[in-house]
């Protein structure tokens, strides 16, 4: 554990030491500084290999910068994300956060390299079983090998969006995929772009257990 702060330490120090370099090379929303960018995510990965981070701009600041760190989904690491931002130091022009917090407006399509998807693509079906929360997306061509298609990470991003990552990780037992059947409202399935409201009527009653891909 001690190891473990040392290395949080040694992250921020670098981070301090060249966060003006980063943002002067802010360009929009991309960062020019790319030998930075790699340094920050090898010193996370040290700490704990499953930490990731990203930019945005807060909207409701006048496009304040935020640093968003997570765990790619990973129960396990969640603890490692709030030790890091536990120890972020303050400064001005960017501000530090944990996970992907429930966005407004939702999204209704998202590129993923050549892949265009849109919400009303997929459907979804969320169920409570024995305490714990099941939730299964329907699509066409489900896919076999989940890495290889990017409607996979484009589902991803909307659950972030929808319900929030770290309820995704904590709430959600089990995460399956599907054929989407002919009528999807016979099956009594819901779009996607629905799932929030199902997703909070439901949640007290599942245990946080944690998330498993299948």
């Known amino acids: 554990m001690i190891l473990k702060h040392e290395k ?3 992250f921020w120090d670098q981070l301090q030491e060249t966060i003006e370099q980063l943002l002067s090379s802010r360009s929009d929303d991309r960062f020019e500084a790319e030998p930075l960018l790699k340094q920050y995510r090898e010193q996370l990965q040290k700490i704990d290999s499953n930490l990731t981070f ?3 701009s807060d909207e409701d600041e006048e496009g304040a910068l935020e640093m968003v760190f997570g765990c790619d989904g990973f129960p396990e690491s969640i603890h490692s994300v709030l030790s ?3 120890a972020a130091p303050e400064l001005s022009g960017i501000e530090f956060k944990a996970f992907n917090n ?3 407006p ?3 399509s998202v590129n993923i390299g050549d892949e265009f998807c849109e919400i009303d693509d997929f459907w979804c079906r969320v ?3 024995n305490d714990r929360m099941h939730l299964e997306i329907y699509l066409e061509n489900a896919p076999k090998v989940l890495d290889m298609d990017p409607r996979v990470e484009a589902v991803m991003i909307y659950l972030d969006a929808l319900i929030g990552e770290y309820e995704l990780m ?3 037992w089990a995460l399956d995929w599907f054929e989407i059947p002919a009528s999807p409202e016979d099956y009594g399935l819901i779009r996607l772009v629905d799932l929030r409201d199902y997703f909070d009527e439901i949640k007290q009653g ?3 257990i944690g998330i498993t891909l299948h």
Do not use: E, K, M, N
């Open 170 to 172: 904590t709430r959600v």
């Open 84 to 86: 890091v931002i536990g």
């Open 54 to 56: 990203h930019f945005q």
């Open 8 to 10: 949080i330490s040694l």
């Open 127 to 129: 169920s409570v079983v």
């Open 206 to 208: 599942a245990s946080p």
């Open 102 to 104: 429930r966005y407004d």
């Open 106 to 108: 939702i999204p209704l």
